[in-house]
């Protein structure tokens, strides 16, 4: 059993986790887009607490936007991270299977990427939603994908946490 105090240093290390990854190993792809390793830390806090994952995602989203971005924070991002962490923060603690949890992932970021942060973004700076939607899109494949890693990356953590457990 996990103590609420262990609980809360997991997820400061997986916000801190995203925040580094998603600072210092970004890989260009298509225009302003690049593929965000943060999401892997994402993915193993959702994997592990469930909905209260979803911090990690939402605050090492504003961490790293404040720190590092040259645009600042984007709100866009924000709320398309609460809309993954909780609807896979919610599918992530009812079941363990994996293709639940891809169903979940691809989901969530589709409605959190594609619908979500592209209305925001539209919106707020007066973009022309053709103009929008594609870079959405890529920025949709990249970073489900990268959570779908994330899901392998929890099946490692969890062994090194509990060792002596049995399956």
């Known amino acids: 059993m996990m103590t609420n105090t262990k609980k809360v240093c997991y997820l400061a290390v997986l916000t801190a986790m995203y925040v580094v990854l998603s600072a210092f190993l970004r890989f260009n792809m298509i225009g302003n887009i690049q593929v965000d390793l943060g999401y892997i830390a994402f993915t193993v806090a959702l994997c592990m607490f469930g909905v209260y994952g ?7 989203c504003a961490l790293e936007s404040l720190l ?8 866009g991002w924000a709320v398309a991270n609460v809309i993954i962490g909780v609807v896979c923060g919610f599918v ?3 079941t363990e299977k994996t293709h639940w949890r891809i169903v979940a992932i691809v989901v969530s970021v589709a409605v959190g ?7 925001i973004e539209c919106y ?3 973009i022309p939603i053709a103009v929008k939607i594609p870079k959405s899109i890529v920025a949709f494949v990249t970073d489900a994908i990268v959570m779908i890693l994330g899901l392998g990356f929890h099946g490692i953590i969890d062994r090194w946490m509990y060792p002596n457990r049995q399956i």
């Not at 590092?68 to 709100?75: E, H, R």
């Open 54 to 60: 979803a911090i990690v995602g939402v605050v090492g």
């Open 68 to 75: 590092f971005s040259a645009y600042g924070f984007s709100i």
């Open 113 to 119: 990427m594609i619908v979500a942060k592209t209305a």
């Open 92 to 94: 992530f603690s009812k």
């Open 124 to 126: 707020l700076y007066s």
